[in-house]
Each structure stands twice: as structure tokens, then as C-alpha cells.
């Protein structure tokens, strides 16, 4: 009996452990300057009050079109597949903005490779939720991944996310 009730307890408080387990990370909201990304797809929900996401379209990708008036582009999910066609690629390359794909599950690299296309790209194990690329014209290309906190897909994770790559928009600004 005493180690029927014993057991009882340990498993109650495990359940009550696990209940309480954190799943998401509290973390500081960008605070730096006033940044305008330009985004194809609808504009996530975010912390900040500072930023101003404008809505462009592929076509303006393409063809370069203001894109020197944003401090970065975002390229939602849902346009990843036709974002990979090599017509964009020479703008993706072009160094004038950074440009981060939002959920991607295959990286930076059928976004900047010619002949390369979204679905025939193999996946990348590092589950990051956003993938960062920027052909900078003063230094090295460079990339960035952001991951979720113990991959743990939930609004306060996201959230983080987004102000992580605020910060480096404004670094390399």
C-alpha cells in the first residue's frame, strides 16, 4: 500500500512537472530603429510597434523595383515555390536588400541557384523557421537560420523568431 501511494505521488508530480514545463522563450522584443520590410504574402502578427511591413509582389522582385526602400524582404511560405524559379534569382543575388523565406523547409539555396526548383530540393534536417540570405556588396554572402525554441511551433516561439531577424536586418544595415 505505502508504495502504491509512494508511486502515486512521483507520477503526479511528474504529470504536474511536465504540465508546467516552459515551452517557449521569453525574450527580449526588438528595439532598434524603424525598419520597412517589404513582404510577399501576408504580414506575420509581431511584437514590435516599430516595424512596417509593405506588401510587394514577385513581379516587383524581379524586375527590382524599389526593393533599395526596404531594409529587407520577407517571402512568406505559400510563395516559396514559384519564389525559387530562376527568374528571380539575379535579384536575390543582386545584394540590394536581404531576404528571408519564411518557413522554408529546403534553406536559401533553390532561391539562388539557377535550375534549381523548390519542390526538387532536398529538405534540410535543422528545422529552422526562417532562413536569411544576403549577397552583401561590402563583404561575404551571408545566411542565417531561426529556429523555433525546442521546436516547439507555438505564437510566443514565432514571435521570438521575427524579432531575432530584426536584429540582424538592423545589424547589417
Do not use: H
Request: overall charge negative; hydrophobic content about 35%.
Amino acid at each position: 500500500m505505502k508504495i502504491k501511494l509512494i508511486s502515486l505521488v512521483i507520477i503526479s508530480l511528474q504529470l504536474l512537472l511536465a504540465a508546467c514545463a516552459n515551452n517557449s522563450v521569453d525574450s527580449a522584443e526588438y528595439n532598434g530603429k524603424s525598419l520597412e520590410i517589404g513582404i510577399v504574402g501576408d504580414p506575420p502578427q509581431v511584437r514590435e510597434e516599430n516595424i512596417k511591413f509593405t506588401s510587394i509582389e514577385l513581379r516587383d522582385i524581379k524586375e527590382k523595383k524599389q526593393l533599395e526602400n526596404f531594409d529587407a524582404v520577407f517571402i512568406m511560405k505559400e510563395y516559396l515555390v514559384d519564389a525559387a524559379n530562376d527568374e528571380y534569382v539575379e535579384s536575390y543575388q543582386s545584394g540590394i536588400v536581404p531576404f528571408f523565406f519564411i518557413e522554408s523547409e529546403k534553406s536559401y539555396l533553390p532561391f539562388v541557384k539557377k535550375s534549381s526548383t523548390y519542390e526538387g530540393s532536398p529538405d534540410v534536417p535543422t528545422k529552422d523557421y526562417a532562413t536569411g540570405y544576403y549577397n552583401n556588396p561590402k563583404a561575404e554572402m551571408q545566411y542565417w537560420g531561426y529556429g523555433l525554441f525546442d521546436d516547439i511551433r507555438n505564437e510566443d516561439n514565432i514571435k521570438d523568431a521575427y524579432s531575432r531577424i530584426f536584429n540582424t536586418i538592423e545589424e547589417i544595415n
